[in-house]
């Protein structure tokens, strides 16, 4: 009720400064007069009561003010200089990966040693509207915008609307940026038939939207891009050459510790086999199908201590080129076991035939250890043994740094 | 004519708001989500039944490491009002569920975001230079600030606030439930305080940073902490060292969150004779804590009976 005095108080003097300009219409008798100065006597002692409760009230807020030592506002960390400029920089965060592999392969060889990539990146609100993020990875010689877009959180319809550049919502492990795989490298399904390392990831726009049931958590995502994505999975020579990305996802918990994930992905796009002289003569294309389940355990009051992921992907690859179509088919089976804090466990299994040549199959086994110092740091080891359709097999030792500085990003999930 | 066109015209006024607010009235319930159970206990103390209160991380889990699951999403897709502890305490799960929401309502800045800590009383605010050397810190603070029922008191001032601001019409009702909660806490605090009272200054550790406030208000003295760092698992020597200092300051008590592995804390409770406790820093950490005056009466309970045990006193 105290808010509303001043508002009360301006009414009051509203209506009795009317009463006051209409007064001189009427004759001006010694009564009257009176009667108005008792008025007003008795009005202005119950504004000045009014007046000494409010900054009574004033003093008791300030009181409580000066008690709290850290304010809404004191969001300077670094100490003494902290510009307005500064207050609205983004978080910035950067991690490092670095990979080293043993052993020998003849076939798809990486580099002994490899700062593979550092990932700069820049997040934060844009407005009451939207917010952006920026990832810019730099590999040992190049930079290359891994995703920058706008979301718009809140659109009418229950939509989560993205503009920009992004990974593709095409299975999981294509959406995950390199720091938050569970292992040193990609699943062979992925750089044989969804473009190597860098997967589905394409200017373009991205709608997702909730479709409302009592049952599960359900959400479906419709993705138009440009139509360039990896090495030689998507290329557009013109306007019309978009590629298409539908995801459906279904998630539900089964116990507070156990929860399971299930999706199904399609895209489509012109492939590059048609190019010649930089003229799409053949306007092939290829269709991607997939399939993803994630099965996550993970108990709540020792959720620090122990987890347990497995996931399973499957692709399907039809791809059209010169003398016919390729169905290529991939999957992988992994499972991650958390032993304790800080070690974790992992083996994964992977076949993939390729996209250009269905009926060559490549054939992989790895191991993972990796120890966490702490959430911001990882050392991983990897065994990996794969089969080559066209080479030696090939046995490599893989070992990975990961380190982030700055902002406290998200943790995966 | 003046005086009655100027009446007419207030008399409108005062109607439609009137009719605006008897709209307001006759809205449903507000659905207000809580990311811990404690902040989901004092929502409902000031809200009663004229809200419907909905929680993301459980009392007996660790809030720094909730998993960001779809189907906290759909919670949150629903709600009008969300309460978080702030001070960067969920910012490992919390911003992309805001995000994933479609909820206009609750996103950063908005009417139905409520940060539950701006005007509590925090403590551990770094000065000077903050790096990750040691360990997770919070550079806002320390977020565990709830574990004094001053700040409770405090907490549910501000959700009242953000209750009223969506709720005009309910004014009443949230201040009489207000005021109940302030006069329970009120004649809790007496209770708790006597009874600390001849135990001021007992020294003891922790596991985590989750009790500086809790100890600040009931004459704790914390003398260290089973993690070497906050978010660092306990290390031989760190244990070693512990061990030592504790049966230098004659520490007998260990006061463990119920998410943390009590291996370390039993040998550390063996080589000193200190008695071990999982004591639960949120509502809902055990069976004996469904709320938020209940946490402190359960806690304080445990902590006296075990500094008796420990003392003889």
New interface residues.
Partial sequence: MRSQWPATLFIVLFVFSLSLQAQPAAAPQAADLNAIRAQIDALRADYEKKIQDLQKQLDEVQVQVNRAPASSTSTAVTGGSVSASKVFNPDISVIGDFLGAAGSNKVNPSPALEMHESEVAFQATVDPYARADFFISFGEQGVNLEEGYITFPAVPGGLLVKVGKMRAAFGKVNGLHNHVLPWTDRPLMTQNLIGGEDGIDDTGISIARLIPNRFVFLETTVQAFRGDSGENLFKSSQRGDLNYVGHLRAYRDVTDDTNVDLGFSFSRGHNSSGVVNDIDVGRFMTRLYGGDATIRWKPLQRSVYHSFVGRTEFVWSRRNQPGGVQDAKGYFVSGEYQLGRRWYSGVRYDRAGRADAASTIDLGKSATLSYSPSEFSLIRGQYRRTQYADGPTANEFLFQFQFSIGAHGAHPF | M??TK??IG?MLVLAAMLMFSTTAGAQAKLNVVATTEDLASIATEVGGDHIVIDSIA?G???PH?V?????F??KL?KADILILVGR?LE???L??L???????KI????DGYL?AS?????LE??????T?AE??VH???NPHYWMDPENGKIIAKEIFDRLVKLRPNDRAYFEMRLNDFVSRVNAGEKRWTAMMAPYKGTKVVTYHRSFPNFAERFGLNIVGYVEPKP???PTPQHTLDLINQMKKDGVKLVMVE????LKTPNAIGRETGAEVMVMPPSVGGNKDVPDYIKLFDSDLNMLVTAIRKTTGK
């Fill in positions: 003046k005086i100027s009446f207030m459980k007996y889990q660790d490491f998993e960001a699951k779809p189907s999403i759909l897709q960067e910012i490992g799960w911003p992309p805001i995000t994933q929401s479609r909820n206009s996103q950063v800045g908005a940060d701006l005007q509590a009383q925090i605010v770094p000065n000077g230079q903050v990750r360990g997770d550079p806002l603070g978010g660092i698992p119920p998410y943390f592995d």
